[in-house]
């Protein structure tokens, strides 16, 4: 089978000018097939603040109404989104931009109420990935550039976490390539103690997680990230790293693993 390389980058990445640059530019010069998957969250917010509009997080996800809707849809499908695909032009790569609307690559559907009454708003949770699209897109040479955002076939668009839409991606791949899945961001990896940057965690089993979770090791962002990448490696992705953003050539960080 071809490999395939298939890169989340995070928003504090997406945010930093230079460490953007950098990452572009490792990015472009690892060989063969590729997709990158961003994220964007900060700017999101931050423009909302700036037309007056509140953001709400609940289990380190946004609550997404229909301002908040507007605006991720203009700053990740819009700004963030084609900044990327520019700069990778000038990189040498033939990138394309695409949400999970365009070419109806990505279905999702609205994440249902929760049984405490949590309603994520305008939320997608991934119902399917076009692999034969993306196939056809990366066999013609082309490297998607993919936004966090879904759409549910009846013209809604839906915010959909980055790290889900990357091990989606993963999954939906893994039947046709051996794919490498790095979530890239600020941290050396999946650490003992966060703001320690030496306490690297090198792997994470299933069981692991779970005792991280309980003890508090692993919190916030970083729960849901975990659970994708955990998912990705059970079901058929062959390797998933979690990095920092200037070490995805090295394959160094915080491996994850399926079994013990
Ligand atoms: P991204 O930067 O990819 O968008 P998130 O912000 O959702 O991702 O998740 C990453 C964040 O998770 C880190 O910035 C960090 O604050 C937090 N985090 C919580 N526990 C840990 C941990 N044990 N190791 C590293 N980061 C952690």
């Given at each position: 089978m071809e490999s395939i390389y298939i890169v989340k980058v995070g928003g504090a990445i997406v945010e930093d000018e230079q460490r953007l640059g950098q990452l572009l530019r490792d990015f472009s010069a690892l060989p063969g097939r590729k997709i990158l998957v961003h994220g964007g969250g900060r700017s999101a917010t931050s423009l909302a603040e700036r037309l007056g509009l509140e953001s709400r997080m609940v289990n380190g996800r946004r609550v997404t109404d229909e301002g908040m809707l507007r605006v991720a849809t203009m700053v990740y499908g819009g700004l963030v989104n084609k900044r990327v695909v520019a700069r990778l032009q000038a990189e040498g790569v033939n990138a394309l931009g695409l949400t999970g609307a365009d070419g109806n690559v990505i279905r999702g559907h609205r994440r249902p109420v929760t049984a405490d009454g949590t309603d994520f708003g305008f939320v997608g949770d991934v119902e399917w990935v076009d692999a034969r699209l993306l196939s056809t897109l990366l066999e013609a040479g082309m490297t998607p550039v993919m936004a966090p955002l879904t759409h549910d076939g009846r013209g809604q668009l839906l915010n959909t976490n980055a790290d889900t839409i990357a091990s989606e991606v993963a999954k939906a791949l893994a039947d046709c390539y051996d794919v490498t899945l790095l979530y890239c961001?600020?941290?050396?990896?999946?650490?003992?103690?966060?703001?320690?940057?030496?306490?690297?965690?090198s792997v994470i089993t299933p069981a692991d997680f779970e005792r991280f979770v309980a003890d508090g090791t692993v919190s916030g962002g970083m729960i849901p990230k975990l659970k994708n990448a955990l998912q990705a490696v059970a079901t058929g992705v062959k390797q998933v790293i979690i990095t920092r953003a200037d070490a995805i050539d090295g394959h160094h960080g915080t491996v994850i693993k399926a079994e013990q």
């Open positions: 961001f600020e941290k050396s990896g999946v650490l003992r103690d966060p703001n320690d940057d030496s306490s690297l965690i």
